[in-house]
């Protein structure tokens, strides 16, 4: 008798259980939380979900984990039902191969959530593509797969790229060769009575090689440590894709976010290659304290960092001209390529500053200032709109490098041209050097650091530097 009013009042509890059971365990509430959707789980259970899907099990919508609050009152009431109905059932084990929501076996992959499912979901992805597990796992190893590939061609970029700055090392070890051999020479001519600054600037030259050196080296090493990274993602995902197709779907998510790859390709840093201009340019003007007469002052010294590969310069970077051949030269940033350009080596930012360029009889010549931006890897057309402010030779006009290209009126040919730059007044003015003809001026407001150009065309005659004059003046 006691026994059939008991399983009469289960079953007049019945429905009320059911409204008490979390949709995910079918148990009685335990702790439960309220989602925006008004949708209330067992806090365990909506912590378990989370892991797997950001999403409500029942409405599936999207939301954080902040946004769940405490079901105060859902939780008395399932407190108060079990006391009064004397209760106690067992909670349902979860089978990590069965749904979350309805506990069915997980048989169906979704391609927009990115999760297996079970037959019962169907409704809830109704606009979605399922597939079979089969097909689910052959579509994520797919889409692995071509992870795998773009991880692989980046190894052979990073390989690359090492190889480069490789090179790179090379080339600045024949820097300083270069610019060690032309040290002294000029301390030879001067009959080594600086001795002592000779041994000084050797010093500061092995300094910024060993520096820069150390420097490709650091990138060299991290490039290295990159490609081992990647080669090892790679195996990961192989690794991985070699499962079977459940523990494959079920690990996706965390697989593609555990491979993703955020750094930066590696590439030539600013200002790598050694300032040659600091150790070579004007070098005997540095030292002419006591020997004015054996020395020579140039205001502009060229940068062979920006010289186009078919340029040579000097040894003492005071004349440019044609190469017979494409030297053999880093890419680094500075460089100017394909357009045949170099650069002086000191940039402006104020003040007046003035310097002669030697042409000669070249046919084709462009001499002037640029902007700092400058393009440097692509072929550009020379006008003020590319933040060059120069004056040309080609083809017989003489022009100046305006929007629409001004031709300038010449009554003789100048071998020589002079620029006068003033930062402070925004202007560029052309000279003809030989006669101190003033032959056109350019304005603007410059508003970056502005350094020296020079187009000296593609002829075997040199673009010469003119030397300045040396006075002295002590108090």
């Known amino acids: 008798m006691e026994e059939d009013m008991q399983e009469d009042m289960q079953e007049e509890c019945q429905p009320l259980r059911q409204d008490l059971s979390c949709p995910v365990c079918q148990g009685i509430f335990q702790d439960p939380v309220l989602l925006p959707c008004t949708h209330s789980f067992c ?16 409405c599936r919508d999207a939301f954080e984990e902040g946004q769940a609050i405490s079901n105060r009152a859902l939780s008395r009431t399932c407190e108060t039902f079990l006391k009064q109905s004397n209760w106690h059932p067992k909670r349902v084990r979860r089978n990590e191969d069965t749904c979350n929501l309805h506990l069915k076996p997980l048989e169906l992959y979704c391609e927009k959530d990115e999760e297996p499912v079970c037959v019962d979901c169907v409704s809830l992805h109704s606009s979605h593509r399922l597939y079979s597990l089969r097909d689910g796992a052959s579509v994520c190893k797919r889409e692995l797969g071509y992870k795998v590939q773009i991880f692989e061609k980046k190894v052979e970029s990073y390989k690359k790229c090492t190889r ?16 060690e051999k032309q ?77 993703q790859w955020t750094r930066q390709e590696p590439c030539f840093l600013d200002d790598s290659l050694l300032n040659m201009g600091n150790h070579v340019g004007a070098l005997s003007f540095n030292i002419w304290k006591n020997m004015q007469a054996h020395v020579k002052y140039y205001p502009v010294m060229l940068d062979p960092n920006t010289a186009s590969p078919w340029l040579f310069l000097n040894p003492d970077l005071s004349s440019v001209k044609e190469s017979s051949e494409r030297l053999t030269v880093p890419d680094n940033p500075e460089r100017f390529d394909p357009c045949v350009f170099v650069l002086g080596a000191e940039g402006y930012r104020s003040g007046k500053h003035r310097w002669d360029v030697i042409v000669g009889d070249n046919p084709k010549w462009i001499v002037g200032v640029c902007k700092e931006s400058v393009p440097r890897k692509k072929k550009f057309t020379v006008s003020t709109n590319r933040g060059v402010w120069s004056m040309g030779l080609s083809k017989g006009l003489y022009t100046v490098s305006t929007q629409e290209r001004t031709e300038v009126q010449v009554q003789q040919r100048p071998e020589r041209i002079r620029i006068k730059l003033n930062m402070d007044k925004g202007e560029v003015s052309f000279w003809d050097g030989g006669t101190s003809k003033h032959l056109v001026t350019l304005t603007h407001k410059f508003d970056e650091k502005m350094y020296p150009m020079f187009g000296p065309g593609l002829f075997t005659t040199p673009m010469i530097l003119a030397p300045g004059k040396i006075a002295v003046h002590t108090s």
């Open 164 to 179: 480069k700055l490789s090179n790179s090392v090379e080339y600045i070890k024949y820097q300083a060769g270069q610019a």
């Open 183 to 259: 040290i002294k020479v000029e301390f030879e001519r001067l009959h080594k009575l600086l001795l002592t600054e000779e041994a000084l600037r050797l010093k500061a030259l092995a300094d910024e090689e060993e520096q820069k050196i150390a420097s490709i080296q650091e990138l060299i090493e991290s490039t290295n440590e990159d490609i081992m990274a990647l080669n090892k993602l790679s195996e990961t995902l192989k690794k991985e894709m070699g499962n079977e197709d459940l523990p494959l779907l079920r690990n996706f998510q965390k697989l593609k976010r555990n491979t």
């Open 43 to 58: 806090r365990e259970c909506l912590q378990r979900s989370f892991q797997f899907n950001k999403k409500c099990p029942v």
